[in-house]
RNA sequence: GCCCAGGUAGCUCAGUGGUAGAGCACCUCCUUGGUAAGGAGGAGGUCGUGAGUUCAAUCCUCAUCCUGGGCUCCA
């Protein structure tokens, strides 16, 4: 550093704004090392500079960088010959992909690996950023034999900088934090593979995860909320409360068992209660078609690595891409055959089908994950089938529904990303831009924060997602709504104008929660199990105290059955603690208690389920109307 | 698909080159009970599947199926 070079350091320190949790500082809009030179009028600097302390969310950021540079270090250290390649810092912590000849690294090396970090850590190395020409880094990457780094310099700008630590050296972008004694507690967590620029026809590299914070303390409730997160996973909750399961015979295809398709059903119903509000139709469609369906979509070849195929006996084939029958993967085509079926006049519009018919696509076997991702689903699908001056009213008045669904499942963080045309597509240009307009027009007008993603549209057309998390906060696509101009055109749908003449219907293919299957794995892990009263599986069970109870507990259950409430009675010749504490297992919302005195007087000791609250001794028609105003269904408002 | 880690009773998990164990759940009996586990006994496994090595394989090797973590939040 040249002598009285102006860097953040020495004019936050003239300002006393330096502290020791200081790791950087913000100039601008840009993060700045505290060592680097900064250029400029060091007075205007001074104002425009903010200190970063360890705690803030971008200082995180610098520290888990910082640490996955002292990892590749350690790697480097432990492992001559093994190249370095790329190694940010992530959401909940970071990883540094590298390529080891010898290939992938075991738990007794990450622990190595882990206890050469702390060496490095310990010497307190600071930090320093060095700016090169291109041709001096191409020179020093030569040198070190960094194949990776090389190919993507050819990438970047002039100037390039590298950063130094305790003698070992990256190309980086930087900022760092001063020096590794700031780096004061990680861990590193998972091996695995990961592609070279994560294209599945580049090499496979080593990939080590690990994460970082400011302090021993917050790594240590991060890691506590992990494991709580662990108790939450859907995949733990459906086997121990019984609500799907998976069969050797139909894999990544779940099934549901009673007390899953119960909630499974009533969702349903909830959805068939919202679609008679909101003007839909519900129609039935077969899962198996003849190929030409899906040529006409445009599914063949578009989708058709998704897709299964299917032939009878007296089909003489011998290759998939002969198989006469597809199952399909989305309703759509159907739903579009079937506004062909007649002559459609524009007083019919906006046309809204829904379909709650079960879906198949082939996912590779790496993708599948628990009930979120599955190869047989069923989605809140419907297909709505309107003029091009109705289509911003119908997203408009989706995007309401959809919002006051959440709502209703106390779902709070939604992401909303609008996803534009992909590379593999059908339709022109012109098409996708008006398709892609109207989609951000309703969003914006509506003023919902979100994001574009580019090139992640449908095949046959642009979306808006509604992106929901789960327990372990990865984000998971639920809701959509997707304009289409192309499949009316291939189907060569029309309908007639008030003027006589025939015009063009577009399509809005639509999905409130999404998959059934999905939604349902994200809602387990979002209310732990205990399911909201009116979604419960059993949602009051009437415990007797002994066995000469028993049968008066049946009949109560009965009675509330004939109501229409899930009531079951527990007549094991279990002790009522025991009863309760299996009916709290298993997150029912209600426990009534039912002994001498319930018997005789013919009312129900109830509790339920939040706070173990209970209610006492209360007469029957009071049971009754507790239970019906508590197990009723919410009503998404439009 | 690819990399890595797994697959032992319904569930959660021990275990060993000489054909297997615990807790819970299940069944039977005793107990007739008041708000998160009463007691005793019993039954239950081709150690994922197939092959190989071996006198002998649940254990070692290979293949295969399934499950789990990951596969550009770009130096």
Request: net charge negative; hydrophobic share 40%.
């Amino acid at each position: 550093m040249l002598e009285g070079a102006v860097t953040a350091r020495t004019l936050l320190a003239a300002e006393e704004r330096l502290t020791m949790g200081t790791v950087a500082a913000l100039y601008g809009n840009e993060l700045v090392d505290l060592h680097t030179p900064l250029d400029g009028a060091a007075s205007s600097m001074a104002t425009a500079l903010v200190p970063l302390d360890a705690e803030s969310p971008q200082a995180l950021e610098i520290i888990r960088h910082s640490t996955a540079h002292v990892m590749a270090s350690a790697v480097q250290r432990l492992f001559p010959g093994t190249q370095v390649t790329f190694g940010p810092a992530t959401e909940n912590g970071f990883y540094y992909d590298f390529d080891r000849p010898a290939g992938s690294f075991s738990e007794e090396e990450l622990a190595r690996i882990e206890a050469e970090m702390l060496r490095i850590i310990e010497t307190d190395a600071p930090f320093e950023r060095e700016v090169l020409s291109k041709e001096a880094a191409r020179a020093l990457l030569t040198d070190l034999g960094e194949h990776y780094k090389l190919e993507h310099l050819e990438r970047l700008e002039d100037p390039i900088s590298v950063y130094r630590v305790g003698g070992w050296v990256d190309l980086c972008r930087g900022p760092h934090v001063p020096s590794t004694r700031f780096l004061k507690a990680f861990k590193l967590t998972a091996v695995a593979g990961a592609y070279w620029r994560g294209d599945e026809r580049n090499p496979m590299l080593q990939r080590i995860y690990g994460t970082a914070f400011p302090s021993a303390k917050s790594l240590r409730i991060h890691l506590q909320q992990l494991e709580l997160a662990k108790a939450r996973d859907h995949r733990k909750l459906g086997r121990e409360l019984e609500l799907f399961a998976f069969l050797d015979s139909a894999p990544a295809s779940p099934v549901f068992l009673p007390r899953g398709a119960t909630v499974y059903s009533e969702l349903v119903n909830y959805l068939r209660g919202l679609y008679l509000r909101d003007g839909y139709t519900e129609v039935m469609t077969p899962e198996l078609f003849d190929r030409k369906l899906f040529e006409t979509s445009g599914h063949l070849p578009s989708y058709a690595d998704n897709m299964y195929f299917g032939m009878t006996r007296d089909d003489k084939v011998e290759n998939v891409d002969d198989a006469r029958l597809c199952l399909k993967p989305m309703n759509c085509p159907a739903h579009a055959a079937i506004y062909g079926l007649k002559r459609r006049s524009y007083r019919e519009l906006p046309l809204r089908l829904a379909d709650f018919g079960r879906l198949h696509r082939y996912e590779r076997s790496g993708v599948v994950h628990g009930i979120t991702r599955v190869r047989s689903f069923c989605q809140d699908d419907g297909h709505i089938f309107c003029t091009q001056e109705q289509g911003a009213g119908e997203i408009s008045r989706f995007i309401d529904l959809v919002t006051a669904v959440y709502r209703d499942f106390a779902f709070s963080e939604m992401r909303v990303i609008v996803a534009t045309r992909p590379d593999k597509r059908i339709g022109s240009d012109d098409v996708w831009e008006a398709a892609e307009r109207m989609l951000l027009d309703s969003v914006i007008a509506k003023g919902i924060a979100h994001e574009v993603a580019e090139g992640e549209g449908a095949f046959y057309g642009p979306k808006i997602e509604f992106h929901l998390k789960d327990a372990l906060s990865r984000s998971w696509q639920l809701g959509t709504i997707q304009a289409d101009f192309n499949l009316p055109e291939r189907f060569d749908l029309t309908y007639v104008g008030a003027d006589n003449l025939p015009h063009r219907p577009i399509m809005l293919h639509r999905a409130l929660l999404g998959s059934l299957e999905r939604f349902l794995g994200v809602l387990i892990e979002h209310c732990g199990g205990a399911f909201p009263a009116w979604l419960a599986p059993e949602q009051i069970v009437i415990a007797s105290v002994a066995a000469p109870f028993a049968e008066a507990a049946e009949a109560r259950a009965q009675a509330l059955r004939t109501l229409g409430i899930r009531a079951i009675a527990d007549s094991s010749d279990n002790k009522l603690g025991a009863k309760i504490r299996s009916a709290r297992l298993l997150r029912v919302p209600f426990i009534g208690v039912l002994g001498e005195q319930e018997a005789q007087g013919g009312g129900l000791s109830l509790r339920r389920r939040e706070e173990g609250k209970d209610l006492g001794l209360l007469p029957w028609d009071t049971v009754v109307s507790t239970l019906q105003s508590a197990l009723a269904p919410p009503s998404a408002t439009v």
